[in-house]
């Protein structure tokens, strides 16, 4: 997998969906919430050294072509309230708003050493290549 998203969602085949469905996609979770790791937050961190006309423009030109904000509700958290955040970061990004039930499957297969066929192991002292992904 490229990222986290299709951990969050339980698989790449479900990231890859998504994605078809619109490449324009913020995706949020707890994680990225806490993290501050979204739109509105990072307007109020650019508008503490930039002003607020200034971090405006420039949320404007970062998230352009965005259509549409994703929560991935992976059951950790309170759900309404993520749910509620995310949906007020679409608003703010004039986006369009959907959630959808994420799993926590394949980092819960990673952490206890179920690495299958959807796990790339490599030998210690062993080259990590681009093409063992693909």
Same mark, same amino acid.
């Given at each position: 997998?490229?990222?986290?998203?299709?951990?969050?969602?339980?698989?790449?085949?479900?990231?890859?969906? =998504?994605? /078809?469905?619109?490449?324009?996609?913020?995706?949020?979770?707890?994680?990225?919430?806490?993290?501050? $790791? /979204?739109? *509105?937050? =990072?307007?109020?961190?650019?508008?503490?050294?930039?002003?607020? /006309?200034?971090?405006?423009?420039?949320?404007?030109?970062?998230?352009?072509?965005?259509?549409?904000?994703?929560?991935?509700?992976?059951?950790?958290?309170? !759900?309404?309230?993520? $749910?509620?955040?995310?949906?007020?970061?679409?608003?703010?990004?004039? $986006?369009?708003?959907? /959630? !959808?039930?994420?799993? *926590? !499957? *394949?980092? =819960?297969?990673?952490?206890?050493?179920?690495?299958?066929? =959807?796990?790339?192991?490599?030998?210690?002292? !062993?080259?990590?290549?681009?093409?063992?992904? *693909?």
């Amino acid at each position: 997998m490229h990222d986290c998203i299709s951990i969050l969602m339980g698989a790449r085949q479900d990231y890859e969906k =998504e994605f /078809e469905k619109c490449p324009g996609t913020i995706y949020l979770s707890k994680g990225w919430i806490d993290q501050g $790791a /979204e739109p *509105l937050a =990072e307007f109020k961190r650019y508008t503490e050294s930039y002003g607020e /006309e200034n971090a405006q423009w420039m949320i404007d030109s970062q998230y352009s072509n965005y259509q549409r904000v994703l929560f991935i509700d992976t059951g950790v958290g309170n !759900r309404e309230e993520l $749910a509620k955040y995310s949906s007020e970061v679409a608003k703010y990004i004039k $986006a369009d708003y959907q /959630e !959808r039930q994420g799993s *926590l !499957r *394949l980092l =819960e297969k990673l952490l206890h050493g179920d690495w299958d066929e =959807e796990f790339v192991v490599t030998s210690p002292g !062993r080259m990590v290549l681009q093409r063992n992904f *693909l």
